[in-house]
């Protein structure tokens, strides 16, 4: 515990905001949440950053002050009250980069962080020393493991934000955090670098409570607890607290608070080159990013009038041990990770937490010599071990439970294997100022499909405009995008940058 309170205290004053933002964190990350991209060819060495990161490469200061503004108007297809909508937002970043240190603050402004989040405001405030071959970083940042393009399985610290589903960028839609990051850069010819990570604490994924985008988990918490609920007889305070489930008070009463030492995270990579390999290996000791829903627990806490602390969300404890690759045939770049995910379920019996699971991403790209085309495919699936025990488990809470939809935390009737091509064809005409592309999504078990084509022209060096549409197909409500297919969109923006 000692050494944990040394690295939260290194991580308060790397981060002085945190000083007046403390009420922030439990506020601005409680939103509701449960279980359930453009060009991907620029990701694929995203993960840490080449190996001669390790300082400024010029004993001068170096500071330089960029910003992206975008404009963006949505024209959503299915919805009839309010189908046109205004995303303006801003990001203006900050870097600073010496011999012997680093700093890099960045404010991203827009609408939902400025409601819901105002945390996040500050997207970005890393102070990094250089040590020789030792790089330390701390404050509020991303990182990504793993050597997939945009698609992973190893890369646990950050939790997502969908409310805007998948339009946003794969960076884009990580939520940044408190963490210490040291990475070592191991003398040799072999370009291995050892890399320990601690965050503090966690959050949870973030989605939409209401509007477009609510996932059928936090549309279905929402019936379950409102749903034949016999209010008369309880007080003013307790309606209000199932009456509005977008309030803050809301969300902190259900879910647990994720803002304490008990929920930190950890782990430690390597990566290196052996050959034409690129190969790394990674530990994670965490937590997963959405609850799990005890019916049993529910159960207790409305028979007793809903008056007592709920304890019926919980967030399920992990260790991940992940493997990842990443190498050239011929022109072809091929990636993949493999996780083996350790719960607290070892034998699949507890129908209130997560069974173990194997998850994996495999893909490549290739750049074809036609109008400057990349074609990139990837796998990411999963493997949930015991599904027969939670099989069983449903079958015999349904038993006890006669007329009701209880069901296992890992139930579903699709089978316990999952998985989701991502397709993407990019391209680009008139000296790479017009550039084409369309992402397809396709769950194979689940029968879920996402159409999203995209077209963007420079205007200028720093003006560009494009267009993005999508389409989202759910097969039932045990798919992945149910609650999400709703949102078919039409999108029209305009972005400036320097």
Known sequence: M????????????????????ADEWDGGFESASFDSSSDFSDDFSSDFGSFDDFGSSSDEPKVQIGAVIDADFRYYLNDEDNPIKALPKAKVSFTYD?????????????????????????DELVLSAYFGNLQIDAGKM???????????????????????????????????????????????????????????????????????????????????LLGGSPLAPYSERVKEILADLESDSVS????????????????????????????????????FKDPSFNAEKFGVWKDGRYLSKPDFLNFDHKQTF????????????????????????????????????????????????????NVNIQDIGSVILNGNE????????????SGSSIKDVDYNSHGYTENMIVANVSASFAHDKLKPEITGIWCIEKQDFVLMPKISYD????????LLMMHIYSHDDESKFYGFHTGDLVQLGARYQF
């Open 98 to 122: 010496a011999e012997k240190a680093g700093a890099k603050l960045v404010f991203d402004i827009n609408q939902d962080k400025w409601e819901n989040s105002k945390i996040d405001l500050i």
């Open 142 to 224: 991303r990182i990504v493991w793993g050597k997939g393009d945009k698609l992973h399985v190893l890369d646990n610290f950050n939790a997502d934000s969908y409310v805007n589903f998948l339009v946003p960028d794969y960076i884009e839609r990580r939520i940044s955090i408190p963490m210490i990051r040291a990475a070592y850069s191991v003398p040799s010819n072999s370009n291995i670098v050892v890399e320990g990570v601690y965050a503090p604490f966690t959050v949870k994924n973030r989605y939409n409570n209401s509007g477009m985008f609510v996932p059928y988990q936090v549309s279905n918490l929402t019936d379950t």
């Open 459 to 466: 205007l200028t060096p720093n003006l560009n405009v494009n």
């Open 322 to 373: 992940g493997l990842e690759a990443a190498t050239t045939v011929w022109h072809f770049n091929l990636r993949g990770e493999a996780a083996f995910n350790l719960t607290e379920d070892e034998n699949g019996k507890n129908p209130w937490m997560h069974n173990n699971s194997v998850s994996y991403v495999a893909g490549f790209d290739i750049d074809l010599p036609i109008w400057n085309m």
């Open 390 to 401: 939670s099989d069983k488990n449903t079958k015999a809470l349904r038993a006890n439970n």
């Open 252 to 287: 902190k009463i259900l879910y647990p608070n994720l803002n304490k030492l008990k929920y930190g995270q950890y782990g430690i990579r390597m990566t290196g080159t052996l050959g034409k390999w690129d190969l790394g290996a990674s530990y994670y000791n965490g937590w």
């Open 2 to 21: 000692t050494i944990k309170k040394c690295l939260v205290l290194f991580v308060v004053l790397a981060l002085s905001f945190t000083v007046f933002a």
